[in-house]
């Protein structure tokens, strides 16, 4: 019977949420010594190390290969960090992926360097650190308007994107990354969405890409439409919050009208955010349940089969965050735990720029899914433009 259980824990879901169970563990015990960077490196190193030899991957040149992709994150990190690309909105997972392309795109994936590429495998134990960004206190302190606004958006928004994906003829699967994204959190709604129903990395590239893309002219533009509509600093912020994908550039587009907008813009962006949660709960169970195989029945067992483990991790996470720990307490762990998780999604998307073949990131086949996402952010801008003039016009908080 032992025997049977460890046997069904050795799957790269478990695999993985083990690991960044492990991790977390250690964030909790030991805060300091897990915010050093050699023991991040050597953490997430030896750890990763004995969960592929769990699951049956020879580990031959691993060292070596995870050294180097370690490397090439931290780069990433660091060009993020810097103030001149930090106010454009750019992160780091964007860094990753771009490096990780260029050098799949020039001299090709070397195999001494294939053996520490697995993007899915970090991916999820980098989303069971995610959950401790995701405190329930924060949905209070978000305000009962605030609140309103992100369910109205994040369900109209998600709703008309997955229909206009639909009638673009894309894929399941991209539709409801690409839903995602444009109407919850962008970058972090698109991996928790990918992992929830195990989707293919090349498409999750894409996400990430045009999200980030169209984020940064948005940054600049949406704060000179505000003043010329003349909107309010609370309704300019409301606005800013609910429609710009990466929580950076929303905090710098609120920065350009003002302070009174840049805390409407963080209270909006964190409402939308503490939904994550919910929404790839919603979208493991619904993906569990329509599966891939239609003659095989949706049973409780088949359900369980199928739904991403990490789902559970991570809202072990949040509700251990939200209510073990003294707030204040909890966002210091939290800052170190963003280290491990920020390190877990630059290794794994540094992995899958490796497996990415450029050309068809942005291909002719592409342009529907580029023309979905413009069309559902449009919408999104209108439709959250109205809701935060109807509720933030006349209020504040």
């Given at each position: 019977?032992?025997?049977?259980?460890?046997?069904?824990?050795?799957?790269?879901?478990?695999?993985?949420?083990?690991?960044?169970?492990?991790?977390?563990?250690?964030?909790?015990i030991v805060p300091?010594?897990?915010?050093?960077?050699?023991?991040?490196?050597?953490?997430?190193?030896?750890?990763?190390?004995?969960?592929?030899?769990?699951?049956?991957?020879?580990?031959?040149?691993?060292?070596?290969?995870?050294?180097?992709?370690?490397?090439?994150?931290?780069?990433?990190?660091?060009?993020?960090?810097?103030?001149?690309?930090?106010?454009?909105?750019?992160?780091?997972?964007?860094?990753?992926?771009?490096?990780?392309?260029?050098?799949?795109?020039?001299?090709?994936?070397?195999?001494?360097?294939?053996?520490?590429?697995?993007?899915?495998?970090?991916?999820?134990?980098?989303?069971?650190?995610?959950?401790?960004?995701?405190?329930?206190?924060?949905?209070?302190?978000?305000?009962?308007?605030?609140?309103?606004?992100?369910?109205?958006?994040?369900?109209?928004?998600?709703?008309?994107?997955?229909?206009?994906?639909?009638?673009?003829?894309?894929?399941?699967?991209?539709?409801?990354?690409?839903?995602?994204?444009?109407?919850?959190?962008?970058?972090?709604?698109?991996?928790?969405?990918?992992?929830?129903?195990?989707?293919?990395?090349?498409?999750?590239?894409?996400?990430?890409?045009?999200?980030?893309?169209?984020?940064?002219?948005?940054?600049?533009?949406?704060?000179?439409?505000?003043?010329?509509?003349?909107?309010?600093?609370?309704?300019?912020?409301?606005?800013?919050?609910?429609?710009?994908?990466?929580?950076g550039a929303v905090?710098?587009?609120?920065?350009?009208?003002?302070?009174?907008?840049?805390?409407?813009?963080?209270?909006?962006?964190?409402?939308?955010?503490?939904?994550?949660?919910?929404?790839?709960?919603?979208?493991?169970?619904?993906?569990?349940?329509?599966?891939?195989?239609?003659?095989?029945?949706?049973?409780?067992?088949?359900?369980?089969?199928?739904?991403?483990?990490?789902?559970?991790?991570?809202?072990?996470?949040s509700l251990v965050?939200?209510?073990?720990?003294?707030?204040?307490?909890?966002?210091?762990?939290?800052?170190?735990?963003?280290?491990?998780?920020?390190?877990?999604?630059?290794?794994?998307?540094?992995?899958?720029?490796?497996?990415?073949?450029?050309?068809?990131?942005?291909?002719?086949?592409?342009?529907?899914?580029?023309?979905?996402?413009?069309?559902?952010?449009?919408?999104?801008?209108?439709?959250?433009?109205?809701?935060?003039?109807?509720?933030?016009?006349?209020?504040?908080?």
């Open positions: 019977m032992e025997v049977k259980i460890f046997d069904r824990l050795k799957t790269e879901d478990w695999i993985a949420t083990i690991l960044g169970t492990v991790l977390l563990t250690g964030v909790i300091t010594f897990m915010s050093n960077i050699y023991v991040i490196f050597a953490s997430i190193g030896v750890l990763g190390a004995l969960g592929l030899w769990a699951l049956g991957n020879n580990l031959k040149g691993y060292a070596i290969s995870y050294t180097v992709i370690f490397l090439i994150s931290l780069f990433a990190q660091y060009l993020s960090g810097l103030s001149t690309i930090k106010s454009t909105g750019f992160e780091a997972v964007f860094f990753s992926v771009a490096i990780g392309l260029i050098i799949r795109n020039t001299v090709g994936l070397p195999k001494w360097l294939a053996p520490a590429a697995k993007s899915e495998y970090f991916i999820k134990a980098g989303l069971v650190l995610l959950g401790t960004s995701v405190l329930f206190g924060e949905i209070m302190k978000a305000g009962a308007l605030g609140m309103v606004q992100a369910i109205i958006v994040v369900i109209s928004v998600w709703y008309f994107s997955f229909w206009i994906a639909k009638k673009f003829k894309l894929d399941r699967e991209m539709a409801v990354m690409l839903s995602s994204a444009v109407s919850i959190c962008g970058v972090s709604a698109a991996i928790a969405t990918c992992g929830a129903i195990k989707g293919d990395s090349k498409k999750l590239s894409y996400v990430i890409s045009i999200v980030l893309v169209v984020a940064v002219p948005m940054m600049y533009l949406m704060p000179y439409l505000a003043n010329l509509l003349g909107l309010s600093q609370e309704v300019a912020g409301a606005w800013l919050g609910g429609t710009i994908d990466t929580t905090v710098a587009s609120g920065k350009f009208i003002g302070e009174t907008a840049e805390k409407y813009s963080v209270i909006i962006k964190s409402s939308q955010n503490v939904l994550l949660g919910v929404a790839a709960f919603a979208i493991s169970i619904y993906w569990s349940y329509r599966g891939t195989n239609k003659e095989i029945k949706p049973s409780a067992a088949v359900l369980w089969e199928r739904f991403p483990k990490f789902v559970l991790g991570f809202i072990a996470a965050f939200s209510f073990l720990f003294e707030p204040t307490y909890a966002k210091e762990l939290g800052k170190v735990a963003k280290g491990l998780r920020e390190t877990l999604f630059s290794i794994a998307f540094v992995a899958i720029g490796l497996e990415t073949d450029f050309r068809k990131i942005f291909n002719k086949e592409n342009s529907r899914n580029t023309y979905t996402f413009l069309i559902a952010q449009t919408f999104n801008i209108i439709l959250t433009l109205i809701v935060a003039y109807l509720l933030f016009g006349s209020y504040s908080i």
